[in-house]
């Protein structure tokens, strides 16, 4: 029979060994973490070519929650003043000129494999990483817009003003150029871009990222399976983000 | 054979003085525009995401094309063994090397951040044609003062010709990188064309004998100097050779656009319905810039020193209505973001730019013009730049 008074005892045994058992397991946990997560440190591979591909077809006029997302992600505030307000990525309505056919796209960087943007940056500020994302280097522009006359997407903004309420992985700074990161902090930590993220949940499930270097990745496969182009193929610039149904 | 001699501007001038505080103080509204637009950031100017290079780039490019192009006589006397240019070479490289500072100081003070030049003087892109340019620029002031240290140095005098030499073959190349940096531009219908480099030089050649007609008139006349009317007349017929040039290459230009299909609808921006652009062009470029002084330098009626300096100042007002055409006008025009789409957004997409240059851009590029204008007359009170002679000089009339 059990006693009622050992109940407290016990309690007090049951809880001890649970936190010492959760004490000595913890670090073992941690540790497997630490394993397997990426050293900050760890340069990108250029095993890896992340892209992105953009289905026009599921893409809507009016829908813009994958430039929401974007606002929100990188605190891209409006300046009150339109032709000034950073556009890391907007939304553009096309007219086929051949039969008139309407579609919407997202259009950003392009993330090219031979960035005009990268070439003619005169202090190497542009400059494209090894896994193919194109980025800026906030510290060395010198803010001359050369790389936004090169652009052939106008998907580069420049900063005309003081900026407030930055978020620490996204530093933008008056007097440089920006553009889409394709959210680099996220995708080093293995998430998906927040244009992405957002289009699959408010959206339409237009966008999908990944490897395409990576043959199983659902990117590739899609790419594979399914015809689609860059925006600008006369260039060969051969970018990083494709559309389906353009 | 009479001597040449060299002197410094003799006298305290009322219009020189005049002149200097002038300069002064359109350096210092200058300096207060460029710091305005540093501290406010560049909302306070006309441009925007998609006009992103405006008026002070019109002035800055103005500025560096009529530099290369200051050392025509220079380089005649020099390296052509054009002796009867010799009085003005001195004067011809003094105008390029502050000409050339005055257009860097505005390009600079352009920048987003101007307080990362020494950026811009230790990292280094060098597959950036602007990359490059910073080393012909700064490179182009040091050849040049090196020629006119020659030049000033009886000693040195038989380097002038090698020296002479090597600022001819750098100006070239100075000139062909700053046509190549919109050369270099696939993407815009308006650039994209290795013409852009011959073009460039050759603007560089008839800026530069305008700036070069006004800036000499005007301080020979000072000075007492008048020119030969044999080295006028060849100067002149020089001027009306490279204006013609200019002309050539940019109807070569543009019926080269015309032949493309996608390169039309940029060419009727430019030249029939863009606004203030085909105005800008027919009327400012080709007509004032152009076909007027051509006229005016070739025909012996408008040979007085007054005539000349109207013809070259036409030049000067042509060149910078050239440049605004061919920079803003080309950055006005939408891009063809999708091949076989029309295109429409918020953020502008396919429709034109409408871009007005501001008080700041304004007061920049004067600044710069100023700042050049103002080591010119600074430097000739200080070394001897100016020509005079002594006895008489066959066919000129002193004054």
């Given at each position: ?5 050992n ?16 004490l ?11 394993v397997?997560?990426?050293d ?7 095993e890896t070519r992340?892209g992105?591909?953009v289905?026009?077809?599921?893409c809507?006029t009016g829908?813009?929650a ?13 300046t009150g ?5 950073p ?29 005009p943007c ?25 803010g001359?817009?050369?790389?936004m006359?090169?652009c ?15 978020k620490s992985?996204?530093p ?6 920006e553009?889409?990161?394709?959210c680099?902090?996220r ?6 871009p927040?244009c ?5 949940v ?12 990576d043959a ?5 496969k899609?790419?594979r399976?399914?015809?689609h182009?860059?925006?600008r193929p ?13 | ?7 410094v501007?003799?006298g305290?001038?009322t219009?020189?003085r005049?002149?200097?505080?002038l ?16 501290s ?25 094309l ?13 390296v ?22 005055g ?19 230790t990292y ?12 012909l620029y700064?490179?182009?002031?040091l050849?040049v003062l ?5 030049m000033m ?13 090597v600022?001819?073959?750098w100006r070239?190349?100075?000139t062909?990188g700053?046509?190549?940096i ?7 219908d308006?650039?994209d ?32 100097y008048?020119?030969?009317p044999e ?8 001027s ?10 940019v109807?070569?230009?543009?019926l ?19 606004g ?17 002084p051509?006229?005016w ?14 013809a070259?100042l ?20 939408p ?5 076989g ?13 409408h ?11 004067i ?10 007359v ?18 000129s009339?002193q004054?």
């Amino acid at each position: 029979m059990t006693n009622p008074e050992n109940k407290p005892r016990r309690r007090f045994l049951g809880r001890t060994g649970a936190g010492t058992a959760l004490l000595a397991l913890a670090p073992g946990v941690r540790l497997v973490d630490l394993v397997l997560a990426k050293d900050e440190d760890e340069p990108a591979s250029d095993e890896t070519r992340w892209g992105l591909l953009v289905d026009a077809n599921r893409c809507t006029t009016g829908c813009r929650a994958c430039v929401s997302a974007c606002e929100d992600e990188h605190a891209l505030a409006k300046t009150g003043r339109n032709r000034l307000d950073p556009q890391w990525i907007r939304k553009v309505e096309l007219v086929d000129e051949s039969n008139d056919r309407s579609l919407s796209i997202p259009l950003m960087c392009q993330h090219c494999e031979d960035p005009p943007c990268v070439e003619v940056c005169p202090t190497g500020a542009s400059f494209k990483r090894a896994d193919g994302m194109v980025l800026v280097d906030k510290h060395t522009c010198i803010g001359c817009r050369y790389c936004m006359m090169a652009c052939p997407f106008n998907a580069r903004s420049f900063v005309h003003e003081e900026v407030t309420g930055q978020k620490s992985y996204s530093p933008r700074g008056k007097g440089t150029v920006e553009s889409c990161t394709l959210c680099v902090h996220r995708v080093d930590n293995d998430r998906t871009p927040a244009c992405v993220e957002s289009c699959a949940v408010d959206g339409h499930g237009a966008l999908a990222f990944g490897d395409l270097n990576d043959a199983e990745s659902t990117v590739s496969k899609t790419a594979r399976s399914q015809p689609h182009r860059e925006l600008r193929p006369d260039l060969a610039l051969n970018t990083g983000v494709r559309y389906r149904g353009v | 054979m009479d001597k040449i001699r060299f002197q410094v501007l003799a006298g305290t001038h009322t219009g020189y003085r005049l002149l200097l505080w002038l300069l002064i103080i359109l350096i210092g509204i200058g300096l207060i525009a460029a710091h305005h637009m540093e501290s406010q950031g560049h909302w306070v100017t006309g441009m925007d995401n998609r006009v992103v290079w405006g008026l002070p780039h019109v002035f800055a490019i103005f500025l560096i094309l009529s530099a290369s192009g200051a050392l025509n006589t220079a380089s005649i006397s020099s390296v052509f063994g054009g002796s009867d240019y010799q009085p003005l070479a001195r004067l011809s490289g003094l105008l390029a090397v502050t000409l050339l500072t005055g257009g860097l100081a505005v390009l600079v003070l352009d920048l987003g951040r101007p307080d990362r030049l020494v950026v811009a003087m230790t990292y280094y892109n060098f597959s950036s044609v602007f990359a490059w340019n910073v080393f012909l620029y700064t490179g182009f002031v040091l050849v040049v003062l090196i020629y006119l240290w020659v030049m000033m140095t009886p000693q040195m005098r038989g380097y002038v010709r090698s020296v002479g030499m090597v600022a001819l073959i750098w100006r070239l190349i100075l000139t062909s990188g700053t046509g190549a940096i919109f050369g270099f531009l696939v993407a815009r219908d308006a650039y994209d064309t290795a013409i852009m480099a011959p073009l460039f030089i050759l603007m560089s050649l008839s800026l530069g004998m305008a700036v070069f007609w006004v800036s000499t008139l005007t301080l020979c006349r000072w000075n007492g100097y008048l020119l030969s009317p044999e080295l006028s007349g060849k100067l002149r017929r020089l001027s009306a050779l490279f204006i013609l040039g200019v002309l050539y290459l940019v109807a070569l230009h543009h019926l080269t656009n015309l032949y493309m299909a996608h390169h039309q609808g940029i060419e009727r921006f430019l030249l029939v319905d863009g606004g203030v652009y085909p105005w800008l062009f027919w009327l400012g470029f080709v007509l004032c810039g152009g076909i007027v002084p051509v006229w005016w330098f070739l025909d012996r009626r408008f040979s007085t020193p007054a005539w000349t300096v109207t013809a070259a100042l036409m030049v000067i007002v042509g060149g910078l209505c050239h440049l605004y055409v061919t920079i803003i006008g080309g950055q006005a025009y939408p891009l063809r973001l999708v091949s076989g789409y029309r295109v429409d957004s918020g953020f502008y997409d396919g429709e034109i730019t409408h871009y007005l240059p501001s008080l700041p851009e304004l007061a920049l590029g004067i600044g710069g013009v100023s700042l050049a204008l103002l080591m010119i007359v600074v430097a000739v009170r200080i070394l001897p730049f100016l020509p005079t002679v002594t006895g008489s000089l066959p066919g000129s009339n002193q004054g």
